[in-house]
């Protein structure tokens, strides 16, 4: 399975964005896609996740201002947000899975896009 995603770019505080993640190749296979993200110097942090049938789990500090969405036919999974702030600044992935097991942890996912860079400027 490859993944591209694509969307990322500078934005000011307040504003919003979405992000989109294509998938190709054994998708059949997928059962899970999520979204993380990496600042400098950290651990790669779980964003959220959406299952095959479109249950979507975000972190507690995203709901509200995240929201995951998936178009299985397409093979396409979007990642929308809103009210950004400075701390979302970040390099943002997609992954897919072939598990719908610990999906919160990156070591869960066999496939990775190449990351988009969000930027928020206060």
């Known amino acids: 399975v490859q993944l591209q995603a694509s969307g990322g770019g500078s934005v000011q505080v307040g504003d919003s964005l979405r992000l989109a993640c294509s998938a190709s190749?054994?998708?059949?296979?997928?059962?899970?896609m999520g979204w993380f993200r990496r600042t400098p110097g950290k651990e790669r942090e779980f964003v959220g996740v959406i299952s095959r049938a479109g249950a979507t789990y975000l972190p507690v500090s995203l709901k509200g201002r995240f929201t995951i969405s998936r178009d299985t036919a397409k093979n396409t999974l979007s990642l929308q947000m809103k009210n950004l702030r400075p701390e979302d600044t970040a390099v943002y992935y997609c992954?897919?899975?072939?598990?719908?097991?610990?999906?919160?942890?990156?070591?869960?996912?066999?496939?990775w896009g190449q990351g988009t860079l969000v930027t928020v400027s206060s």
């Open positions: 190749g054994r998708t059949f296979s997928v059962e899970t």
């Open positions: 992954a897919a899975s072939s598990s719908s097991h610990n999906v919160a942890q990156s070591s869960s996912y066999d496939y």
